[in-house]
């Protein structure tokens, strides 16, 4: 399980990467991207199999990270919505910021199970 693990991480940094290089946003292509989209769907997959076991604080941990993600980004079109007209600057800065607390959680968590650690101790 430790290899399905590191691909799942491996499938929300390529569609990281993917928003960083291509002409989609960061949160956009994490969000949207199908690599994000497959990710999710193993992991509650395979949720069953690492019941128990410290890979399952990971599993968790991705699950937590897109679905929170998807909040944070409902709550940037919000934002956006509410806020047109107000500076390019303003409208794009949550996404900004949600786009690196995405970078962070799977930068966090991928460094933690290389480690072999639990994410919550």
């Known amino acids: 399980m430790l290899g399905w ?7 929300h940094a390529f569609s ?9 946003t960061v949160v956009g292509a994490f969000l949207t991207g199908w690599p994000s989209i497959i990710a999710v769907i193993l992991n509650y997959v395979k949720r069953s199999e690492v019941r128990g076991t410290w890979l399952e604080s990971h599993f968790r941990w991705q699950i937590r990270t897109f679905w929170f993600g998807l909040l944070w980004v409902s709550l940037c079109v919000f934002f ?4 047109l007209g107000i500076g390019l600057l303003v409208v794009w800065l949550p ?13 966090r ?3 933690a199970l290389r480690d072999r650690r639990p994410m919550y101790t």
């Open 80 to 83: 956006i919505v509410v806020t």
């Open 95 to 107: 996404f900004i910021l949600v786009g690196c607390w995405f970078v962070y959680r799977i930068a």
């Open 5 to 11: 693990t590191h691909a799942i991480y491996g499938l």
């Open 109 to 111: 968590g991928w460094l």
């Open 16 to 24: 990281l990467l993917t928003g960083i290089l291509g002409a989609a």
